[in-house]
């Protein structure tokens, strides 16, 4: 599906756009189905290696580790759903603003750009490298 050309040469995207005969809801559930999807792909490489830690520090039966673990991931994945059903309507209603205000729209890759480069800037600082040093350390310390 293509998206929908912008003023200032961009293409918005039509997940956030409700297709003909689909209710609201309908394409709610779309765009969650979606995000579930794209987060259990993104997120389980290095859930994984959580889980997995997770499992070695628990000391209780077998069976008993494997369903902790499993309601962990589980729960891990239910946050980003939830993160996701809250971005939806703030989405949708961003797309509205950008189709009936040219200015808006014009200003959404400028801000785009601008997300991505703070956010790759947070990469190389040492609040993000303290904060993984925390996470790398072994259980317990």
Not at 14 to 23: A, H, I, L, V, Y
Request: aromatic share 10%; charged share 10%.
């Amino acid at each position: 599906m293509r998206g929908m050309p912008m003023p200032g040469g961009w293409t918005m995207s039509m997940m956030w756009m409700r297709m003909p005969g689909r209710t609201s809801l309908d394409a709610a559930a779309s765009f969650i189905g979606m995000w579930v999807v794209m987060m259990v792909a993104m997120m389980l490489p290095s859930l994984a290696t959580m889980l997995w830690r997770y499992r070695q520090t628990v000391t209780t039966s077998k069976t008993r580790n494997a369903l902790l673990t499993l309601i962990v991931g589980v729960g891990y994945f239910f946050a980003w759903t939830l993160l996701g059903i809250a971005i939806y309507p703030l989405g949708v209603g961003l797309a509205a603003i950008e189709m009936k205000q040219a200015v808006v729209a014009r200003a959404i890759p400028f801000a785009a750009a601008a997300i991505v480069l703070v956010a790759g800037a947070i990469q190389f600082t040492s609040f993000k490298t303290r904060h993984l040093g925390c996470c790398r350390a072994a259980p317990g310390t």
